[in-house]
T-cell receptor, first 113, second 111 residues
Framework: DAGVIQSPRHEVTEMGQEVTLRCKPI?????LFWYRQTMMRGLELLIY????????DSGMPEDRFSAKMPNASFSTLKIQPSEPRDSAVYFC???????????FGEGSRLTVL | SQQGEEDPQALSIQEGENATMNCSYK?????LQWYRQNSGRGLVHLIL???NEREKHSGRLRVTLDTSKKSSSLLITASRAADTASYFC???????????WGAGTKLIIKP
């Protein structure tokens, strides 16, 4: 298995630019999660999907953040416009229904200047 | 929100020694999970223990769960340099699919 695949691994952008992070979950996993990790706040759940449907987006910090899952093998997290405080590592994770065990990608490190 | 609290925040031991990390939580849980994160990498699932289990083993890992004290411990025996990483506990709360994460313990194994 290839595992959860995220791209890009690193992104450096300027304030105000649009950022799109991508994720390919493990085939057959019904749940997909987007997390953000910072030193100050630790690991925060932003949004999760079940069978491509957003279930809980209460962790999305602002309207500048949006996430989509057009099909079972692809999801995006978009930030528009980006701000320096969005700098963090963004993780995508997937899970088989009800097991609770998450499989994480390697993360996308975002730096907004 | 974070309900898990790991203790200690950082731990440095000699290779070959045992490492013990603790996790406390606040509400009733369905299960508790431990993950490892190497520097610059994603989190890797280590072990899951259900609320009706008290102890679980996986290789050099031993996890205990005390639901009366709302705490868990992760023991790594005969530590190796490759065990250097951050270790996180995460709880699955009943009727909620979300995992609630602790802040992690940073473990350094000195050769």
């Amino acid at each position: 298995d290839a595992g959860v695949i995220q791209s890009p691994r690193h992104e450096v952008t300027e304030m105000g630019q649009e950022v799109t992070l991508r994720c390919k979950p493990i085939s057959g996993h019904d749940y997909l999660f987007w997390y953000r990790q910072t030193m100050m706040r630790g690991l925060e759940l932003l949004i999760y999907f079940n069978n491509n449907v957003p279930i809980d987006d209460s962790g999305m910090p602002e309207d500048r953040f949006s996430a989509k899952m057009p099909n079972a093998s692809f999801s995006t997290l978009k930030i528009q416009p980006s701000e320096p405080r969005d700098s963090a590592v963004y993780f995508c994770a997937s899970s088989v229904t009800n097991t609770g065990e998450l499989f994480f990608g390697e993360g996308s490190r975002l730096t907004v200047l | 929100s974070q309900q898990g609290e790991e203790d200690p925040q950082a731990l440095s031991i000699q290779e070959g020694e045992n490492a013990t990390m603790n996790c406390s939580y606040k509400t009733s849980i369905n299960n508790l999970q431990w993950y490892r994160q190497n520097s610059g990498r994603g989190l890797v699932h280590l072990i899951l223990i259900r609320s009706n289990e008290r102890e679980k083993h996986s290789g050099r890992l031993r996890v205990t769960l005390d639901t009366s004290k709302k705490s868990s411990s992760l023991l790594i025996t005969a530590s190796r340099a490759a065990d250097t990483a951050s270790y996180f506990c995460a709880t699955k709360v009943d009727s909620n699919y979300q995992l609630i994460w602790g802040a992690g313990t940073k473990l350094i194994i000195k050769p």
